[in-house]
């Protein structure tokens, strides 16, 4: 069986940034045969042109490639960084100091309702500094890695991926759900 539209897939692979021609580049991410990277293939999931690459491949074959950042998360905007009053973050006059620190992301709404991940990046006495880029704007992306399965969905797969499974709210939110050792969930949802 090819990967195609609606197919499961499941892969390992390490994530590298900078792209071949960079002789540093930096491991960024390892999905493993323990915990690969599974999801529905072409129901918007993961980059389209990451799904691009695997198109037409088959169980147990390999790839390589790279994503360049146009491809993949886009360049790098001045303007995605921002100031926000500090009020916006203040409860009775304070901030969450568990929650609100430099170097953490926080989920956010802009005005139009859409959901964002912002990074703050330095908090002042009036205003709260933060990153709109996604974390890998402006780098290529160089993928290795191996097709583990492809197969048919299960209709509890289906339900996972579209949100309907209850696992959007952590472990604790799966039918059965409990953390593990390792952190994932015991209901097989990925978390």
């Known amino acids: 069986m090819k990967i195609e539209t609606n197919k499961f897939v499941s892969a390992t692979y390490d994530l590298y940034v900078g792209g071949e021609e960079d002789k540093e580049q930096e491991l960024m991410e390892k ?32 790839f390589d490639f790279t994503l360049s950042s146009e491809d ?16 916006v973050f203040e409860v009775d006059g304070k901030i969450d100091e568990k929650v609100i620190f430099e170097n953490n992301t926080v989920p956010m709404m802009d005005q139009e309702g859409n959901h964002l991940n912002g990074t703050i990046i330095t908090i002042g006495a009036e205003i709260i500094k933060m990153d709109f880029n996604h974390p890998l704007a402006g780098e290529d992306l160089h993928f290795i890695g191996k097709v583990l399965e492809v197969r048919e969905p299960t209709e509890k797969e289906i339900k996972q991926f579209s949100g309907e499974g209850g696992c959007e709210g952590g472990c604790e939110s799966c039918e059965g759900g409990e953390a593990e050792e390792d952190g994932s969930c015991s209901c097989g949802c990925g978390h």
């Open 72 to 87: 993949a998360y886009g360049e790098y905007c001045d303007d995605h960084v921002v100031d926000i009053p500090r009020s």
């Open 31 to 62: 999905a493993t045969a323990e915990h690969p990277l599974s999801f529905i293939f072409g129901t918007g999931m993961m980059l389209v042109a990451f799904e691009n690459k695997l198109a037409g491949l088959s169980k147990d074959e390999s």
